[in-house]
């Protein structure tokens, strides 16, 4: 490290509280506030963490590509999560990584997949069969429901029924507890739920792990537990265990928050409900199967509009392990640094209009998240790349096939979806759509 570096300017914040309660309230304007006055690089306290936020495509590919190995996705990450998700897939690095990524390729290669699919397409028709019996259609936590139920046969392998209850439950609590601000069990509060919920989650799944291993079944846990690499390296049940809880958490909010900034965009831009609608009547099935994914690309261009709008996650953590340098800044060893999908996914040096919602930005003439390789980055980069993006791709695909062929999604005129983005993006009014059949 040269003396030449320069320092990275920004501020604190309030005493003890930093920019806390800005960020809660919503971290996007906060990077929207500190990027105004320092430029994309800049430091900011919140939540305990005094963090280095580099707010640039090229940050993006610096810190989530780490060419150079300068950071630690397992200790970023370990800040909030290691009491509920110790040794998930995201909370590890370097060669330990590695491996277990490859361990886990099983339950994610297109065999895999294609069988998920086959699964997912009857219960999803049926389940969006009941949603028109009501009136006023709150349309989050029903798409939480069914992308748990689906979680349950897909992930384990049941049906979350009766003493299934209480895995609902417990997982539940895990992803809630995860979510809160203060991690400090006491007296029955969010957070002890959630580490009782882990409890019991790391029970359910060692009473199953070697029966998952000698069966033939087809579900992620299954395939976890008999994953194998070339030289017959295999998990222990504790890593199947810590996976599992991991996976499932990886897998819901983010998936729930998807679907739901999808349909609101769709209710606000009826044209592409009605582009999605006749591609998937041109599909000519009562099913979406694998094969046909690929012809359903008015979905696939909206899912990833809707993404750049609303990235499930606002916000991608690391600690540098070194001390190295970014265009010229000094960033030191032990520094958190953090990068922002929805910061760089709405930058006008980039993305035309940014504020308005036009899927055809991506299609193959326009293509302007080939501009800068890491511009677009709702699934992170690097090494650490969202392991689930295929698999959130198809579920995404097949709600979106059964309930446009089935209704058409409205919402009041002057309706504007209010969005809590931290710690992952969702309408803070569950979003009430209107749901008329067609
Ligand atoms: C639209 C939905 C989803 C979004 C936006 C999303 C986003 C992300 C992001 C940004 C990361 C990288 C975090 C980092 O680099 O620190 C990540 C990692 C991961 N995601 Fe997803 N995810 C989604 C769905 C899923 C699903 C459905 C699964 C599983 C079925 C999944 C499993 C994982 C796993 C295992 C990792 C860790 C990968 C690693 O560390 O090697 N995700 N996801």
Not at 287 to 314: C, H, I, T, W
Not at 384 to 405: I, T
Not at 408 to 416: G, H, Q, R, T
Request: glycine residues 6%; proline residues 6%; contains cysteine.
């Amino acid at each position: 490290m040269t003396a030449a570096l320069k320092q990275i300017p920004g501020e604190s914040g309030l005493p003890l509280l930093g920019h806390s309660l800005k960020f809660i309230k919503n971290c996007n304007n906060l990077y929207d506030e500190m990027h105004a006055k320092y430029g994309p690089v800049y430091y900011n306290e919140y939540l305990t963490t005094r963090a280095v936020n580099l707010l640039s495509p090229e940050g993006n590919e610096f810190v989530l590509l780490d060419r150079a190995g300068n950071f630690s996705s397992r200790m970023a990450w370990n800040m909030s999560l290691k009491a509920l998700f110790p040794n998930g897939l995201m909370l590890r690095d370097g060669d330990e990584h590695r491996l277990h990524r490859r361990l886990m390729g099983a339950p994610f290669k297109t065999s895999a997949l294609a069988l998920y699919v086959d699964t997912m397409n009857p219960d999803i028709a049926n389940t969006v069969q009941t949603w028109a019996k009501q009136d006023t259609f709150l349309f989050y936590p029903a798409i939480k429901q069914l992308t748990l139920d689906l979680a349950a046969k897909i992930f384990l392998g049941e049906t979350l029924q009766e003493e299934a209850q209480d895995i609902n439950k417990a997982f539940v609590d895990v992803v809630d507890a995860s979510m809160v601000v203060v991690r400090y069990p006491f007296l029955g509060n969010k957070y002890q739920r959630g580490l009782e919920g882990r409890a019991l989650l790391e029970n359910y799944f060692a009473a199953r792990i070697s029966q998952k291993r000698s069966s033939n079944d087809t579900d992620m846990f299954a395939e976890i537990s008999r994953a194998e690499v070339e030289d017959g390296t295999t998990f222990s049940d504790q890593d199947v265990i810590d996976h599992m809880i991991f996976l499932m958490m990886a897998a819901h909010d983010t998936t729930t928050s998807s679907i739901s900034s999808i349909c609101y965009a769709l209710a606000k831009n009826p044209i592409w409900q009605q582009h999605i609608r006749e591609e998937a009547k041109a599909i000519g099935a009562q099913q979406l199967s694998y094969d046909n994914m690929a012809n359903f690309d008015a979905a696939g261009l909206v899912l990833k509009e809707a993404l750049r709008l609303y990235p499930p996650l606002p916000m991608i953590p690391r600690m540098a392990i070194k001390d190295c340098e970014f265009e010229g800044f000094a960033i030191k060893k032990g520094q958190h640094v953090h990068v922002s999908p929805y910061f760089t996914q709405r930058l006008p040096e980039i993305w035309s209009n940014p504020t308005k919602f036009d899927p055809l930005r991506f299609s193959k003439e326009r293509s302007e998240d080939k501009i800068h390789r890491h511009a677009w980055i709702p699934f992170g980069g690097g090494a650490h790349k969202c392991l689930g993006l295929k698999f959130a791709e198809l579920q995404v695909k097949l709600v979106l096939f059964h309930l446009l062929k089935k209704y058409e999604i409205s919402v009041d005129p002057d309706y504007e979806m209010p969005y809590a983005p931290a710690p992952i993006g969702k309408p803070s009014d569950q979003l009430p759509l209107k749901l008329t059949r067609l």
